[in-house]
């Protein structure tokens, strides 16, 4: 007697046996196709990063895409010492979409220090947006590396006399002096009555950088300050 249950499993798995094999025999050439053409990681990493750009490099790029903090800070970082090159429109767009301050301060060191005064409307920026106080610190700071112009002396100025941190005004007010302007002078006049006594000792190291009557006057000032700090700053090496 046949039993028609056996028999009726016997053929479903023939059946779909013969259906794999011909999917099988239909896929199996266009794989090999595809697999042949597919490119190697290297390849793709090249792609991703760009014709011309070297593994480092690459590598630094995606690093700054990662969710890792630490991974885009060891990118700024090879950034920053040569280890590797991005563009600088690639660096600032980086630091203004970055999250985490200790990354944006050390791109923006990366920009003033590889850019120059191609860095200065980054930095500006910085200076004036950036919520976190090292980075507008920072960007106070590496505004000494550039050539800027008035708008540089302008947003130092201004930083100098409204920002709500003391170390980013102090930086300001350091950096001002090597800017030769009358409305930098101005600016550090006014933070010489500060009652912050760092902030008086940093007018008085600035002062000292530049020449002229306005900054003498103001040095004289400086160097009857009640706090022995700021005096001594205020004087002018002797000559000789």
């Known amino acids: 007697m046949v039993d028609h249950r056996r028999e009726a499993a016997f053929l479903a798995r023939a059946g779909a046996a013969?259906?794999?094999?011909?999917?099988?025999?239909?896929?199996?050439?266009?794989?090999?196709?595809?697999?042949a053409a597919a490119p190697a990681p290297k390849e793709v990493a090249a792609r991703e990063a760009g014709s011309g750009e070297d593994e480092g490099s690459a590598r630094a790029r995606r690093a700054l895409?990662?969710?890792?903090?630490?991974?885009?800070?060891?990118?700024?970082?090879?950034?920053?010492?040569?280890?590797?090159?991005?563009?600088?429109?690639d660096m600032e767009d980086a630091a203004r979409k970055e999250a985490n301050p200790q990354v944006r301060y050390t791109l923006l060191q990366a920009l003033a220090e590889r850019e120059g005064s191609a860095a200065e409307d980054a930095l500006l920026f910085a200076l004036q947006?950036?919520?976190?106080?090292?980075?507008?610190?920072?960007?106070?700071?590496?505004?000494?590396r550039?050539?800027?112009?008035?708008?540089?002396?302008?947003?130092?100025?201004?930083?100098?006399?409204q920002d709500k941190e003391a170390e980013v005004r102090r930086a300001c007010a350091f950096t001002l002096g090597f800017y030769p302007s009358e409305q930098g002078i101005?600016?550090?006049?006014?933070?010489?009555?500060?009652p912050?006594?760092?902030?008086?000792?940093?007018t008085a190291k600035a002062l000292r950088m530049r020449p002229g009557a306005s900054a003498d006057r103001i040095l004289k000032k400086l160097e009857k300050d009640k706090d022995p700090a700021v005096a001594g700053a205020a004087k002018r090496p002797e000559k000789r």
């Open 18 to 35: 013969a259906f794999l094999a011909a999917a099988f025999c239909a896929v199996f050439p266009w794989a090999l196709r595809f697999a």
């Open 65 to 89: 895409g990662s969710l890792k903090a630490g991974e885009r800070l060891e990118a700024a970082e090879d950034i920053r010492r040569g280890k590797a090159r991005l563009s600088r429109r």
């Open 129 to 144: 947006n950036d919520p976190a106080m090292i980075v507008r610190a920072a960007a106070a700071q590496q505004l000494r």
């Open 146 to 161: 550039i050539a800027g112009g008035t708008k540089t002396v302008q947003a130092l100025s201004q930083a100098l006399s």
């Open 186 to 194: 101005a600016a550090l006049e006014r933070a010489a009555e500060s």
């Open 196 to 202: 912050d006594t760092e902030l008086r000792r940093q």
